[in-house]
């Protein structure tokens, strides 16, 4: 069965400190997709980085960084130099590929809260 | 872009009235949308899988005769809470894929904070 599991509930940080939120998955197929979501307090979810089942390449996007390792099944989210701005709650999801286009659930994490103190 | 609104994006109502809140794509097609519940402090569980122009499928433990989905076009998706009850309130979220695209992106709307009293 496919499982997303984030192991840490709230993370607390002083500003611009470096923060990694974890995220480890289950799935049987060789094929997927994984993702991560931003929650800010307005509830609206802010789509952060879609990242394919064939590409273990990690990215950068400005202060965010993602470390993609299929050996230990895991999607690890890093802010560098955190900001208050920052503080949200951020989920990791896996999507199984439908190559109809139909399906994909997603399955999400538990969220991790993060609250970056000025 | 790929913009999906939600209306309305706060609702109270009296405990056995129902409740219809609708989810839009704005700028593109999307055959398959879908329904998630959030309570607080909690993830977002997917209650059901709504394809425009057939029968919505519905996640175990989800009552479909509770919670009506009708998904008449390609933009427009729709949630019926019937005689809602105080234990359905919750923050209720759509997604839309976007049609043609492969990566199983789910665009998601802003949200629908349902307070039943």
């Known amino acids: 069965a496919q499982k997303v599991t984030q192991a840490q509930t709230e993370i607390s940080v002083v500003e611009k400190e470096d923060v990694t939120l974890d995220c480890v998955y289950e799935?049987?197929?060789?094929?997927?997709?994984l993702f991560w979501y931003k929650q800010p307090p307005s509830g609206e979810l802010v789509f952060l980085i879609r990242?394919?089942?064939?590409?273990?390449q990690n990215e950068i996007s400005g202060r965010y960084s993602w470390n993609f390792q299929k050996s230990t099944s895991s999607f690890n989210f890093t802010i560098t130099a955190s900001q208050v701005v920052d503080s949200a709650v951020y989920f990791c999801?896996?999507?199984?590929?439908?190559?109809?286009?139909?399906?994909?659930?997603?399955?999400f994490g538990q969220g991790t809260e993060l609250s970056v103190k000025p | 872009g790929a913009v999906v609104s939600q209306h309305p994006s706060r609702v109270i109502c009296k405990s056995g009235t129902s409740v219809k809140i609708e989810c839009r794509s704005l700028?593109?097609?999307?055959?398959?949308m879908f329904w998630y519940r959030q309570f607080p402090k909690q993830s977002l569980m997917l209650m059901a899988t709504?394809?425009?122009?057939?029968?919505?499928?519905?996640e175990q433990g989800v009552e479909k005769d509770k919670f009506l989905i009708n998904h008449a076009s390609l933009t427009l998706s729709t949630l019926t809470v019937t005689s809602a009850h105080p234990e359905d309130s919750s923050f209720y979220i759509c997604?839309?894929?976007?049609?043609?695209?492969?990566?199983?992106?789910?665009?998601f709307g802003p949200g629908t904070r349902l307070t039943v009293l």
């Open positions: 997604s839309a894929k976007r049609d043609r695209e492969s990566t199983d992106t789910q665009y």
């Open positions: 799935t049987r197929d060789t094929t997927y997709y």
């Open positions: 990242r394919n089942s064939f590409d273990e």
């Open positions: 999801a896996l999507s199984e590929v439908e190559w109809d286009n139909q399906g994909g659930k997603l399955i």
């Open positions: 700028d593109f097609q999307a055959t398959t």
């Open positions: 709504s394809n425009e122009g057939s029968k919505a499928t519905y």
